[in-house]
């Protein structure tokens, strides 16, 4: 029963952030469609063709605004690039007329739906709570949110309330649908053609392989450089103590003695070392205990008091296994080195063929990924399998790092 409040509360908190995110691009959409309007009937008197370049910028601006909005909660949407610069190609443009259709739709149903989504909840915590404040109110402006009816007495306020209740309703039911209906017309409209669409996809997934092969080389120069700097002179100082006992055994026996255990201590130290790189390439802890295990040795070894929630069905790819591994890792070592954070969670979860990570601090925030904390390395991690890292941390915290694997088959 609790878990299944909590995702409804979940659901009406996303739905209400969509709903007051898609509010600020309407209100974009409007300036640019009334904006156009303008520019339209003044360039019959040839003063609107000066401010024809600055309608499509804007008009491309606030396209590109709810694209973006749009693709941190579904499928990505690609922008098609610079607006066109004379109106004769944005009229040929396909992508700049499907654009202009947006922006009727969203500049004013889109809106509607937008300031419906704000003064729902609102309306709902006004009229609910009536009962507890009405009498403060003069009495002509004690009503509901209606504005009618004028209340006199306690029995008047608590149909009030009841009417808060029918507004909770509202939100509970219908908020998830009311913003789907605001984001189908970006949905629908503001994808670019099949084309443009193809190369952009093949550009990425270029730039993707360039980021993989960087990741492989930046692996490789890891390993080989931990295995100079330590195993390499371990091994080099046990041959150095195995020939100095060599020539000592017949001369001084008990000398011998000890060069032989400070040999075998270098030889522990060097495999110690060695194990160490192998557990860098791929923990043995995932083949032994599976993500969800290796995630919580992660948790109980953190600095900080930390909770672990995978809901992973199966197996996924050892490489992603190992990519979401070592993400969690780094992540907690932030969280422990530079947060100043009281506790932390890691949620997991794979929907879709999509393996979701999110790592979550109570930190003063201010995380920067050019500060040298690892995230540049944690986002080349990734990239080499097509994922996506998002970072949200505000000043005064909290922080969130959410990272997004393709894990299908």
């Known amino acids: 029963m609790r878990s299944e409040l909590r995702r409804l509360a979940t659901r009406i908190r996303e739905s209400l952030e969509h709903l007051v995110g898609g509010l600020g691009t309407a209100c974009l959409a409007t300036a640019a469609l009334l904006w156009l309007i303008f520019v339209a009937l003044t360039s019959v008197l040839g003063v609107g063709l000066l401010f024809g370049r600055t309608a499509l910028r804007l008009q491309r601006f606030a396209a590109d605004r709810e694209r973006r909005r749009l693709s941190r909660w579904g499928d990505e949407i690609l922008s098609p690039g610079p607006a066109p610069q004379r109106w004769r190609d944005a009229v040929a443009d396909p992508v700049v007329r499907r654009e202009w259709r947006w922006l009727l739709v969203h500049g004013t149903f889109g809106l509607l739906l937008g300031m419906l989504g704000l003064s729902l909840p609102i309306n709902a915590v006004r009229d609910g709570t009536f009962p507890l404040w009405w009498r403060l109110l003069p ?51 503001l994808p670019p053609g099949a084309d443009l669409d193809l190369s952009l996809r093949i550009a990425e997934l270029t730039a993707t392989r360039a980021a993989a092969l960087d990741a492989h080389a930046t692996e490789l120069r890891r390993i080989e450089r931990s295995l100079h700097d330590g195993t390499q002179n371990r091994l080099v100082g046990v041959t150095v103590l195995l020939g100095a006992a060599r020539r000592a055994l017949a001369r001084d026996p008990a000398t011998a003695g000890e060069i032989l255990d400070r040999a075998q201590d270098a030889a522990e130290q060097a495999l110690a070392e060695l194990r160490t790189v192998a557990r860098s390439i791929l923990p043995p802890v995932l083949a032994d205990r599976g993500l969800a295990g290796a995630l919580d040795g992660l948790a109980s070894a953190c600095g900080v008091p930390c909770r672990v929630e995978v809901d992973v069905p199966g197996r996924c790819a050892a490489a992603v296994e190992a990519t979401a591994y070592f993400v969690v890792a780094e992540a907690l070592t932030n969280v422990a080195k530079h947060s100043s954070a009281t506790g932390a969670a890691v949620t997991v979860r794979s929907r879709d063929d999509v393996l979701t990570i999110a790592v979550t601090d109570d930190g003063h925030g201010g995380a920067d990924e050019d500060a040298g904390s690892g995230l540049t390395g944690i986002r080349r991690r990734i990239g080499a399998l097509d994922g996506t890292l998002t970072l949200t941390s505000p000043p005064g915290g909290p922080t969130t790092l959410r990272v997004e694997l393709p894990c299908g088959s």
């Open 139 to 189: 009495p002509q402006e004690a009503t509901s949110s209606l504005g009618f009816p004028v209340v006199h007495d306690a029995v008047g306020a608590f149909g009030v309330a009841a009417l808060g209740v029918a507004w909770a309703a509202v939100v509970v039911g219908f908020f998830p649908a009311l913003a789907r209906a605001q984001a189908s017309p970006g949905r629908r409209l």
